[in-house]
């Protein structure tokens, strides 16, 4: 196939309530689209980065000028010899900037798998039809505030609650939910790492709560630092920020720093990627789950398609569009008994509504070849 334009489109969408996490609260979600044209048709895909490079290195407008001046460039000199396998590769010399390049493979590779007639789901090996469903809690103002938003969340079905915490933040939020909700609630905390090497006797306070995991509690680049936690305290340590690449996923697993791993395409520079980490972390028994970033519903597709694959064995943060928003842009992903059905159309499975990218755009911009 040959990739003949890209249309990078940004949009900001509102959030129904505000999701405060250790490193910021955000009221309007700034989304960054890749639309891809090719020969064979077009694909759709959602950057993870956010506007400012608060949760990774990457944002908005770094993101979009990587594309034109260094990734899409490189990608129309392809011609006829692109493919989505053959993008990485094609930019394995740019360092970095996987959120960018993410985007770029994964609306190429809609395109690809549209034009096959195969939906993501089927071409990543996936087998569930439905995945079930957690939520991520924002950090909130008073622990009131937080058991309504939890109570909310059960009625509606999810299966899984995870509490974002901080210092401050963090024992008697989870001790409350545990109160409130019981024993048997699923529950998971999340600390984008807001704390420090010199935070292990405050984190095994939280061994009594019987917690599913702790998600990235220190420094991303502080790998061996999760290992002398995940020895210190019982409660399993699961990485998200340092885990970049199946390199990366390989090294921490054999340290003991990862004892289960969140994949976020994104993150990771896409989902072929994500794929070889879920093999590497299945091949060590390492449990997986699919993170999220906010997604509308280009991005959520795809991540339910990746969530079906058979190593996910804990429920994701692949909430319903409701979750997050009053409109999505796509038709509504919806919860069903804590289930989300996963896409079985070609690609990703689902298409943009024009008239709402239409309410919601901010800016769109064409880059040719
Ligand atoms: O760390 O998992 C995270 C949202 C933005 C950035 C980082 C994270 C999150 C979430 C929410 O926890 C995930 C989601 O519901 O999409
Ligand atoms: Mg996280």
């Known amino acids: 196939m040959k990739l003949e334009a890209v249309e990078l489109i940004r949009l900001n969408v509102p959030l129904k309530s505000a999701f405060r996490t250790s490193f910021s609260s955000v009221n309007v979600h700034e989304v960054v689209w890749a639309h891809a044209i090719t020969d064979v048709g077009e694909g759709w895909a959602e950057c993870g980065a956010n506007d400012r490079p608060d949760y990774s290195s990457e944002y908005h407008t770094g993101a979009m000028a990587v594309m034109k001046q260094f990734l899409l460039p490189d990608l129309f000199k392809l011609g006829n010899d692109l493919t989505a396998e053959s993008i990485a590769p094609t930019l394995f010399w740019a360092k970095g900037h996987r959120m960018a390049k993410a985007a770029l493979e994964t609306s190429i590779l809609d395109a690809q798998l549209r034009a096959a007639n195969t939906s993501l789901a089927t071409y990543l090996g996936s087998t569930k039809t439905r995945v079930p469903s957690g939520v991520s809690v924002g950090i909130m103002n008073s622990l009131e505030e937080l058991e309504q938003f939890v109570a909310g969340y059960l009625a509606e079905g999810y299966v899984r609650i995870k509490l974002k915490i901080e210092p401050g933040w963090d024992y008697e939020p989870v001790k409350m939910v545990r109160e409130k909700f019981g024993d048997d609630l699923l529950l998971q905390v999340d600390a984008n790492t807001a704390y420090t090497r010199d935070d292990f006797d405050l984190l095994k306070r939280l061994d009594e709560f019987n917690l599913l995991l702790i998600e990235q509690p220190i420094n991303e680049e502080d790998v061996l630092g999760h290992a002398k936690l995940a020895d210190y305290i019982e409660t399993p340590v699961c990485l998200d920020e340092s885990i970049i690449s199946a390199d990366i996923a390989r090294d921490a697993i054999e340290l003991g720093a990862a004892e289960i791993i969140n994949i976020k395409p994104s993150r990771v520079g896409g ?57 999505d842009l796509t038709e509504p992903f919806v919860l069903v008994d804590g289930h989300i059905d996963v896409p079985t159309g070609p690609g990703i499975g689902i298409d943009p509504i024009p ?15």
């Open 271 to 327: 989902y072929i990627e994500s794929k070889k980490i879920h093999d590497v972390s299945v091949a060590a028994g390492i449990p997986v789950w699919c993170g999220g970033m906010l997604e509308t519903g280009i991005g959520r597709a795809a991540n339910l398609a990746l969530a079906a694959m058979p190593g996910f064995t804990l429920p994701g943060d692949t909430s319903a569009s409701s979750r997050y928003f009053e409109t």
């Open 355 to 369: 008239e709402i990218i239409e309410r919601f755009a901010v800016s769109r911009e064409w880059v040719r070849a």
